[in-house]
């Protein structure tokens, strides 16, 4: 067994507050016998859940569950959404949040991608340099459909990452994730079928589906463990098509273990339901292991896996992907059908990007931003928010997500915060159904400052 | 009257073969007589109708229509499909095709773009390396969703042009043209309407609608004066959408005169079907003047305007634009839904190539390439193809249309001509019915050659 698979589902316990702050935790030498590895394995263990500030070391005494004050918030509760689909779309809020997007002097904590600053600029400036050099015809010709070679290596190569086996014929390149999504949709659905979700969800996906006349049935989802697999099974019988996003999907951060996606891979293939599998956050890991991804436990070619670098390196370059398993003919004819094409230069610069090792270098320290920002983030909600506020505790990716007391509207919280300059995401964006309506999605795509800090403690006094 | 209108309609004669070989022109003094315009500007007529090759002068004795060899070759009659929508796609053909493009050695006489030597890449990349300097994020962030403020100013700036008021307001970009198209018929149309189009037909327009569902009625069209107004009333009752490509579309070259897009205009609006125009090839005239749009005569807001640069600029960039009218609000909310944003970088490139003036330089050059490029080709194919073959007369764009014999099979020869290392587009790919299987679509795109000429000798003779 693995260290990280060992600190992984004791930070698992942590997190669904199984073990509670002051909690012990057993000793190195009882891990060591528990699991049969070595001492200096149990030690990485610990070492690693430090890092994530879960556990704190007392000096002759051992480790525990950190008494950190955000730690004894309560998490928000598994979600209860309807069982029938209401597709009642929030399309007037979504159009009010969009409009803020970019917009200069408010406190982006909408955002849901990682501000500039996160991203390396001035590494992909020269590779888009390079890449016009490069390309025999500086990325003014149209590409091969599939779309560019070395990026599809290079995303084949990382897929041993997930435990993977992708080949390079295996993916098609798109137009960012979105583009991967509809052409994921297009492919194993038609309108009027019905397209299972986690509920809350990411929004694009919701208006995707109901722009393409797909009923959507919202799943219930553990904040901490994702989709209920029971009730995934309750409703098979009436889904023509599922769409997860197994690893720190948005809002809530959750990362379906590795067992649940392995049990959830096989129901939908025995009931021949296609799974479309938004791997977007993957590379987003709080730990030290990336987490698998459904795709790993596919035989059957039943999952299309969806991803792209936006929201890992470049938003703007709309550079994504999709590995579609035994739908690939069907992909490849919406991506000629559809887009023709890729923008080539940019595709060449990522595919450079990863080329020259560079991403796991970015990743690295977007990664270990990240965490430091959702420690303080979370630190500042446990501080000026009011007590009974509940939080999600993300195991990666870019949200937090934030369960108000249920007198709060924040919808309306929403206008009152604008004229404050934040811009939050309120929790009736992520589903079609009447709920979430006490909830934020807070971005950890925002760099956390001192004015960040006040912006919080501000929206703490909006919210009593 | 402007002498381009006078030389446009005496063009259009000798293309429809009013006009013959060898008949005599009226005098400048009668034209000066018959329009009530200056002896200069009936000369500039003359010069107009010579600078295409369509007149020849003689001394002393007056102008001729031009007894070039191809000006003897009859026009293809006018398109004659089912009046009912067969909906066979061409898809295993259409691969065939498409798999060929950018492969090495060959001469890709199927292809739908200029080739890289027509367009201005050093002067792209230099705009390339200064949008990553000038956008603030350097293309990394989304853009908002309208897309690039500065194109879409320079847009609607050159909409003078065509006879257009376009304001910025009016425009939404989009990544390439077909994305344009897809975001209007996703906006005006649903699963099982029926759509109308011109016959032959961009093979791209066909298989998007059958894609989203819609049934295609092909319309007569006239090589020279594109779809028959007669055709389209008789079955405008059936019909909820149309497309049509009023200006040298492919594969014909045809070019609506003013009139018939006035009426078109008039008699859709009527009827409330909106127009979705793809005005991609409007800026590559062989004449003097920029023809006018559909959307020059809009005043319902009918008309959904697509463009793009992917024949003009930079095919790979993916750079369009649509001018929705009325359904404004519903492609912007596409737009979201679908790309959120597009490749922010290669859109300000081209924003800044047309704000620095660099697009009429580079335009006024492209079309001088692609008329001398068309009267190369179509003497050569005067020259080698067999004495019955028919050939459009493109007033602009990329494309020449070709008729054959009847008894010869285009399907079959795309296979023995790639086996010659020449790659044609066969005409049954630009329809969903069972004709044009005698006839190919050749790229104005590749530079004409020696090496061209003696590939369009080696089709002449396996077409005998």
């Known amino acids: 067994m693995l260290y990280a698979d060992i600190s992984n589902s ?22 060591c016998q528990e699991h049969g590895i070595s001492m200096n394995t149990a030690k990485r263990v610990f070492i690693e859940l430090e890092a994530q500030s879960l556990i704190e070391s007392k000096p002759q005494s051992g480790y525990f569950v950190s008494q950190l004050p955000y730690q004894r918030l309560p998490l928000p509760e598994v979600s209860k959404p309807s069982p029938i689909s209401q597709d009642n779309e929030p399309e007037a809020l979504i159009s ?39 390309l025999s015809s500086s990325g003014t010709a ?38 991967a999504l509809f052409f994921c949709m297009m492919a ?8 299972a979700m986690e509920s809350p969800c990411y929004p694009g996906s919701l208006q995707l ?12 989802t553990h904040p901490v463990t994702g989709v209920e697999i029971d009730a995934l099974k309750k409703v098979i019988k009436k889904i023509d098509v599922c769409l997860l996003v197994p690893n720190f999907n948005t809002p809530l951060g959750s990362c379906m273990p590795d067992e649940h996606k392995k049990e959830v891979v096989a129901l939908l293939a025995k009931h021949g339901i296609p799974l479309i599998e938004d791997d977007i956050y993957g590379d987003l890991y709080f730990g030290t292991q990336r987490p698998k991804c459904c795709k790993t436990f596919d035989e059957a070619g039943n999952v299309l896996l969806c991803s792209s670098f936006s929201k890992t390196i470049a938003p703007g370059y709309r550079v994504g992907w999709v590995a579609p398993g035994r739908y690939r003919e069907k992909v490849l004819k919406l991506k000629l059908v559809h887009m023709l094409s890729s923008p080539a230069l940019v595709h060449e610069a990522i595919a450079s990007f990863l080329r020259n090792g560079r991403y796991d270098n970015h990743l690295r320290k977007l990664r270990a931003t990240l965490l430091q920002n959702y420690l303080h983030y979370i630190d500042a909600i446990a501080s000026w928010f009011p007590a009974d506020t509940k939080v999600s505790r993300p195991q990666g990716g870019l949200a937090i997500w934030v369960e108000c007391n ?13 004229k404050n300059k934040i811009s939050i995401a309120p929790g009736r964006m992520f589903t079609l159904q009447d709920q979430f309506e006490n909830c934020i999605r807070l971005s950890l795509g925002v760099l956390f400052s001192e004015k960040v800090d006040q912006k919080l403690k501000l929206l703490g006094k909006l919210l009593t």
Chains 1, 2 share one sequence.
């Open 10 to 31: 004791i930070a698992r316990q942590i997190r669904e507050q199984v073990l509670k702050p002051g909690d012990r935790l057993p000793s190195v030498r009882l891990l």
């Open 96 to 134: 009010r949040v969009y409009a803020t997007r970019g917009k200069p002097g408010l406190t982006h904590l909408s955002m849901g991608a990682p501000s500039t600053e996160m991203l390396p600029l001035a590494k992909l400036n020269k590779e888009i340099i390079q890449a016009t050099r490069r």
């Open 142 to 179: 149209y590409e091969e459909v599939p779309g560019n070679e070395d990026l599809r290596r290079m995303i084949a190569a990382r897929s041993l990452s997930w435990g993977g086996k992708l080949k390079e014929s295996d993916i098609i390149t798109t137009t960012g994730g979105i583009n």
């Open 188 to 195: 194993v659905s038609k309108p009027g079928d019905t397209i």
């Open 209 to 220: 589906a109901r722009s393409l006349g797909l009923k959507v049935l919202e799943l219930p």
């Open 406 to 418: 249920k007198k709060v509207n924040t919808t309306e919280l929403f206008e009152t915060a604008l």
